[in-house]
């Protein structure tokens, strides 16, 4: 059974920084893209960021470029969004699923992990 299981969450001040974690199971994770998602209150579940199957290469909203990096460690089955430069804007729900950038994500999801950027 495919799991998706977010972390790393919180309520943090615009310009400081998060990182999330994602532990993926029930399927092969080196052998595939991995994403984070963010869906705001009212708005639809974007894609935010990608990362091919050994990490070699990534992807990224323009809204996030240069303040967010995706990672993952095929080691621990798990993927990571480090996000800088924090903002009001960023605030959302964020999830992890399969796939790379632009494909259809898998049915699965997880919980996410909820973002509040606020002063």
């Known amino acids: 059974q495919v799991q998706f299981v977010e972390s790393g969450g919180g309520l943090v001040q615009p310009g400081e920084s998060l990182r999330l974690s994602c532990a993926a199971s029930?399927?092969?994770?080196?052998?595939?893209?991995m994403s984070w998602y963010r869906q705001a209150p009212g708005k639809q579940r974007e894609l935010v960021a990608s990362?091919?199957?050994?990490?070699?290469?990534?992807n990224y909203a323009d809204s996030v470029k240069g303040r967010f990096a995706i990672s993952r460690d095929n080691a621990k089955n798990t993927s990571y969004l480090q996000m800088n430069s924090l903002n009001p804007e960023d605030t959302a729900v964020y999830y992890c699923n399969a796939g790379g950038w632009g494909t259809v994500p898998w049915p699965s999801w997880g919980q996410g992990t909820q973002v509040t950027v606020a002063s």
């Open positions: 990362v091919t199957r050994i990490g070699i290469s990534t």
């Open positions: 029930g399927f092969a994770f080196s052998r595939y893209a």
